[in-house]
Nanobody, 129 residues
Framework: QVQLVESGGGSVQAGGSLRLSCAAS????????MGWFRQAPGKEREGVAA????????YYAGSVKGRFTISQDNAKSTLSLQMDTLKPEDTAMYYC??????????????????????WGQGTQVTVSA
């Protein structure tokens, strides 16, 4: 019902910036949350940022807080992740995701992969020292 396509990945030097975009199509009006996840080789997929669709409320993993900014356009057709002051530890495949669920009180659910129903194909981000 929802199709997601990421773009904007690439290779940058530590301390640099990169902006990822996710184009959403289909039944996007059903989305309650959208988020960005990442997965590096040998590690579990982790949530890095999420935004509530109806009011732009945001949540960030502690490792990226203050460096990354998640945003959505007014039509909810584009999700972005502005990444500044990049570190080698940020190197990973980054995935865009959308949820149609109403989340409960636990804020951890906002960055849980089990919360999300639809996923993009991923875009690679590589940060060199």
């Amino acid at each position: 019902q929802v199709q997601l396509v990421e773009s904007g990945g690439g290779s940058v030097q530590a301390g640099g910036s990169l902006r990822l975009s996710c184009a959403a199509s289909g039944d996007t009006y059903r989305n309650t949350y959208m988020g960005w996840f990442r997965q590096a080789p040998g590690k579990e997929r982790e949530g890095v940022a999420a935004v509530r669709a109806r009011d732009d409320n945001t949540y960030y993993a502690g490792s990226v807080k203050g460096r990354f900014t998640i945003s959505q356009d007014n039509a909810k057709s584009t999700l972005s992740l502005q990444m500044d002051t990049l570190k080698p530890e940020d190197t990973a495949m980054y995935y865009c995701a959308a949820s149609t669920r109403s989340l409960g009180w636990d804020p951890r659910l906002r960055l849980s992969e089990h919360t999300y129903d639809y996923w993009g194909q991923g875009t690679q981000v590589t940060v060199s020292a």
